[in-house]
């Protein structure tokens, strides 16, 4: 089988998995790769859906000086998906964040960040790499030992 044909049937098997993943009943290549994009798009409205709830689910006494804010991690196939969402005003706080990120490797792919009212940071991350020294429970963690860091370091001021 020469190099083109390798190719061919690397590219048919992926889009074979996209179908399957994306539960999509087309079978050629266009159709697909259209299903896969309205599928990434219900999933997208479905994370902002779930992130309103989790805003509207938290307890009233979040502006108490000792809240923290409130940090999710998701693993994806090569990096996380970090959410850090506190309903008051964290000046500083995305720089110690950041610098977690560095000291674990983590390359930003992507974030939106919103600091005016509340502190909103939703981040994308690349390990650069080795992927398998890091897991989502320690990203957590170095999110929240920074977290912990900026909090205590505010107190002072």
């Given at each position: 089988m020469g190099s083109k044909d390798?190719?061919?049937?690397?590219?048919?098997?992926?889009?074979?998995?996209?179908?399957?993943?994306?539960?999509?009943?087309?079978?050629?290549?266009?159709?697909i790769i259209v299903h896969a994009s309205k599928y990434i798009e219900e999933l997208k409205e479905r994370i902002d859906k779930l992130n309103e709830d989790?805003?509207?689910?938290?307890?009233?006494?979040?502006?108490?000086?000792?809240?923290?804010?409130?940090?999710?991690?998701?693993?994806?196939?090569?990096?996380?998906?970090?959410?850090?969402?506190?309903?008051?005003?964290?000046?500083?706080?995305?720089?110690?964040?950041?610098?977690a990120f560095e000291e674990l490797g983590l390359e930003l792919s992507d974030a939106r960040v919103s600091c005016s009212d509340s502190f909103r940071l939703e981040a994308v991350s690349e390990t650069e790499g080795q992927i398998d020294r890091v897991d989502a429970q320690m990203v957590k963690q170095s999110v929240l030992e920074a977290i912990r860091n900026w909090s205590q370091s505010n107190e002072q001021d």
């Open positions: 390798q190719k061919n049937a690397l590219l048919h098997q992926h889009l074979e998995q996209l179908g399957s993943i994306t539960n999509s009943p087309s079978v050629n290549k266009a159709s989790v805003l509207t689910s938290q307890p009233s006494h979040i502006d108490d000086e000792n809240s923290l804010p409130l940090v999710t991690v998701e693993t994806l196939e090569k990096g996380f998906l970090i959410n850090v969402l506190s309903e008051k005003n964290c000046p500083g706080l995305l720089v110690s964040i950041l610098e």
